[in-house]
């Protein structure tokens, strides 16, 4: 067990609709991270927040974003969703201090998002 | 563009037959290599870092190493406990803490 908590495990939805995943962040853990896994391109940076605070954009969408809290959970949020948007999301998590680095990230077990 | 190449996209090995994974990158400098395992239906798992060339790291039957160029993910004696996908990631100097992963290796151990 990572420590890291997604939800839904699953979500199946049609085409146009909205959907919020939610990641709460190993105990003590200020650095949220979150990535797309498909079948075709592997697992690929979205976003990570820091504190609260955006700290670098992947290849995310317009269509997407996402946000971190004062309790430091994060939630990604997709709209418009359309087929090509189906993959496993995952958050992660790591013991990042300010303005250090770190490549040791504590991943969760993902959202699998079906869109339909 | 930071990429990662990872070969064999799979590999299916008996048990004790000792092997290695080999993963290529191009990146414009690099701050770290990092190994992970990814069980199915589970979030990757953090194995090593790597910072530069020549270093080696070992965990039970899992070695890796770093050249300028690759690195290796050697497998001694695996067992069928060590099946899963295992992936590489690079952290470019300037690039904040995102991680560039590749595809990954599917490792299959048989009896």
């Known amino acids: 067990d990572s420590g890291v908590t997604q939800t839904p495990k699953h979500l199946i939805t049609a085409t146009g609709q909205r959907v919020t995943l939610r990641c709460s962040p190993r105990?003590?853990?200020?650095?949220v991270y979150w990535y797309q896994q498909s079948l075709d391109q592997g697992l690929q940076f979205l976003i990570q927040?820091?504190?609260?605070?955006?700290?670098a954009k992947g290849n995310i969408l317009e269509r997407f974003s996402a946000q971190q809290f004062p309790d430091l959970h994060s939630e990604l949020n997709l709209s418009s969703l359309e087929l090509g948007d189906s993959a496993l999301y995952f958050c992660?998590?790591?013991?990042?201090?300010?303005?250090?680095?770190?490549?040791?990230?504590?991943f969760g077990e993902g959202s699998r998002l079906t869109v339909l | 563009e930071d990429q990662v190449t990872q070969s064999p996209e799979a590999l299916r090995l008996q048990e004790g037959e000792s092997s290695s994974l080999n993963c290529s990158y191009t990146?414009?400098?690099?701050?770290?290599l990092f190994w992970y395992r990814q069980d199915p239906g589970k979030g990757p798992e953090f194995l090593f870092t790597?910072?530069?060339a020549g270093e080696e790291k070992e965990k039970e039957r899992l070695k890796a190493t770093l050249t300028k160029k690759e690195s290796f993910l050697h497998i001694t004696a695996p067992k069928p406990e060590d099946s899963a996908t295992y992936l590489c990631a690079v952290q470019a100097t300037g690039g904040g803490n995102k991680l560039t992963f590749g595809t990954g290796t599917q490792l299959k151990v048989e009896l």
């Open positions: 990146v414009s400098g690099l701050r770290g």
């Open positions: 790597l910072y530069s």
């Open positions: 927040y820091y504190n609260g605070e955006e700290r």
């Open positions: 105990s003590g853990d200020l650095s």
């Open positions: 992660a998590s790591s013991a990042l201090k300010a303005g250090g680095n770190t490549g040791e990230l504590f």
